[in-house]
């Protein structure tokens, strides 16, 4: 998926540690979103932001924070993980409300 | 709550014929919709969308029918081959979430030659 990079693509972690998952887009989107997709759920909301400096909460956003200080990039912090937050990431990007989003190759994050 | 339901976990169809993969929303307010294919690995991309004042729109190989009485939209496949394969996700906003997508389950098309 060109356009839309994620780091790591892989990661585990301990109980109560902390990290950060990277999404970075070079094709000027304004519009950007973290997706979780846990198996039998499909891909739900984490956070999302419609520009640089405003962020807002989706549908799960608790043990999530994020932060948007340039129009490039939106990662994605644990703050102290737990094993529910095992899943699959995604970061997805647009140009507008009706819009296709656009979606990264995805982070997997394994909490022991 | 699950606003947005794919109900067929999987479908598997012969190379050649149609495929046939369902949703059915509950929110009035959606108004746009999309289908997502998704591939092991791999980030899902876009494959076609409708706007609720439409009640079909097709793209190749692909139609997707909006029933808006019903809340239902399906999305044919015709003719389905191999590299159809995938995991296909429905996906809709409303007038009020902006950008926000809600997403269905997902639907494991396979498609055997």
């Known amino acids: 998926n060109a356009g839309v990079t994620q780091t790591p693509k892989f990661q585990v972690l301990k109980t109560g540690q902390s990290m950060t998952l990277q999404c970075a887009q070079d094709?000027?989107?304004?519009?950007m979103s973290w997706y979780r997709q846990d198996p039998g759920m499909g891909l739900r909301l984490i956070h999302y932001?419609?520009?640089?400096?405003?962020?807002d909460q989706g549908e799960v956003p608790n043990g999530y924070n994020v932060s948007r200080s340039t129009t490039e990039d939106f990662p994605l912090r644990l703050l102290s993980a737990a094993p529910s937050q095992t899943s699959v990431y995604f970061c997805?990007?647009?140009?507008?409300?009706?819009?296709?989003?656009?979606f990264g190759d995805g982070t997997r994050l394994s909490i022991l | 709550d699950q606003q947005v339901k794919q109900n067929s976990p999987s479908l598997s169809v012969q190379e050649g014929r149609i495929s046939i993969l369902n949703c059915d929303y509950t929110n009035s307010m959606f108004d746009y919709f999309l289908w997502y294919k998704k591939y092991p690995a791999e980030g899902p991309t876009f494959l076609i969308s409708i706007s609720s004042i439409k009640d079909k729109n097709e793209d190749g190989r692909f139609t997707v029918f909006l029933n808006k009485s019903a809340k239902h939209l399906s999305l044919h496949i015709v003719p389905s081959q191999p590299g159809d394969s995938a995991v296909y996700f429905c996906?809709?906003?409303?007038?009020?979430?902006?950008?926000?997508?809600?997403f269905g389950e997902g639907t494991q098309l396979t498609v055997n030659p």
């Open positions: 932001s419609v520009g640089a400096g405003i962020t």
């Open positions: 996906a809709a906003r409303s007038r009020t979430s902006g950008s926000r997508l809600t």
């Open positions: 997805a990007t647009s140009t507008g409300s009706y819009q296709p989003q656009h």
């Open positions: 094709m000027n989107h304004e519009y």
